[in-house]
T-cell receptor, first 111, second 113 residues
Framework: AQSVTQLDSQVPVFEEAPVELRCNYS??????LFWYVQYPNQGLQLLLK??????LVKGINGFEAEFNKSQTSFHLRKPSVHISDTAEYFC?????????FGEGTQLTVNP | NAGVTQTPKFRVLKTGQSMTLLCAQD?????MYWYRQDPGMGLRLIHY???????AKGEVPDGYNVSRLKKQNFLLGLESAAPSQTSVYFC????????????FGEGSRLTVL
């Protein structure tokens, strides 16, 4: 089965520090990858997606992710986080007409 | 800008009771999905629909039924609720392409006692 693994369940960081949230996916011929963010008591919203082309994908709120085919990874990064980035982040991949999500990473930004 | 609307937002049931969650979208999307979210398990797909009148099973379909009689609505039913179905349920919709974005509702928190 096609799967996604998020390597960290919780990531605490200080404000203005850089952050990386790690995601590995099961290999397949073609894959589309996504990062979603969930703020408290809300639904998920799309941060960014990789469909093809440049391996560095830029998203909203200063986030970016790099598609690495050889490592089967799609890590999410931000050079300087804000308190407002505190949320749960989900990596996802396509599986036919569906999306398969990882377990989620709770990012907590402390002052 | 309603987007995807779920009702009810909260519900408490006793074991064995039945209920229906309603999802409505106003974006004319073809695809609709029901997920459940449990701590440490991410989102797991229950059922989905690729168009009006169609439904298909996801990863965890047991104990749930769905119907898509109208394009804009996707109903999730629990015929005989169990404590294991205590969860937060999310509905989502998309244009239909697997390269597209899913739009999520705000969730429905269900507790089964």
């Amino acid at each position: 089965a096609q799967s996604v693994t998020q390597l960290d369940s919780q990531v605490p960081v200080f404000e203005e520090a850089p952050v990386e949230l790690r995601c590995n996916y099961s290999s397949s011929v073609s894959v589309y990858l996504f990062w979603y963010v969930q703020y408290p008591n809300q639904g998920l919203q799309l941060l960014l997606k990789y469909l093809s082309g440049s391996t560095l994908v830029k998203g909203i709120n200063g986030f970016e992710a790099e598609f690495n085919k050889s490592q089967t990874s799609f890590h999410l990064r931000k050079p300087s986080v804000h308190i407002s980035d505190t949320a749960e982040y989900f990596c996802a991949r396509t599986s036919g007409s569906r999306l398969t999500f990882g377990e989620g990473t709770q990012l907590t930004v402390n002052p | 800008n309603a987007g995807v609307t779920q009702t009810p937002k909260f519900r408490v049931l006793k074991t064995g009771q039945s209920m229906t969650l309603l999802c409505a979208q106003d974006m004319n999307h073809e695809y609709m999905y029901w997920y459940r979210q449990d701590p440490g398990m991410g989102l797991r797909l229950i059922h989905y629909s690729v168009g009006e009148g169609t439904t298909a099973k996801g990863e965890v379909p047991d104990g749930y039924n769905v119907s898509r009689l109208k394009k804009q609505n996707f109903l999730l039913g629990l015929e005989s609720a169990a404590p294991s179905q205590t969860s937060v349920y999310f509905c989502a919709s998309s244009q239909g392409s697997n390269t597209g974005e899913l739009f999520f509702g705000e969730g429905s928190r269900l507790t089964v006692l």
